[in-house]
Nanobody
């Protein structure tokens, strides 16, 4: 069974940095687009960044110039480097990916979420 496991969240002061990681495991044939979402208390989940298999990236306006998404296809891992963090970046961050495995075919998967808290 395919799983996405995130790591790297935590508490940081405003202006600081964090790096999130998310690794897909299981009987994977191919990983397509990989995404980071976030959900702050009382708000809807929002798309933060996307990276296609060939490294094309897109970002939410609120994080452009501060966050960088990257991936390691050999290890089915996606990263989110977050710099110049602001209190409004506080949220649970979720990894998301479209994955083809050898049992279910193409399916969308979500990680369990990792908390990022930015203090002012």
């Amino acid at each position: 069974q395919v799983q996405l496991v995130e790591s790297g969240g935590g508490l940081v002061q405003a202006g600081g940095s964090l790096r999130l990681s998310c690794r897909a495991s299981g009987r994977i044939i191919r990983v397509g687009d990989m995404n980071w979402y976030r959900q702050a208390p009382g708000k809807q989940r929002e798309l933060v960044a996307t990276i296609a298999r060939r490294d094309t990236t897109t970002y939410a306006d609120s994080v452009k110039g501060r966050f960088t998404i990257s991936r390691d296809n050999a290890n089915n891992t996606v990263y989110l480097q977050m710099n110049s963090l602001k209190p409004e970046d506080t949220a649970v961050y979720y990894c998301n990916a479209e994955i083809i495995d050898d049992q279910l075919g193409l399916k969308e998967y979500w990680g369990q979420g990792t908390q990022v808290t930015v203090s002012s």
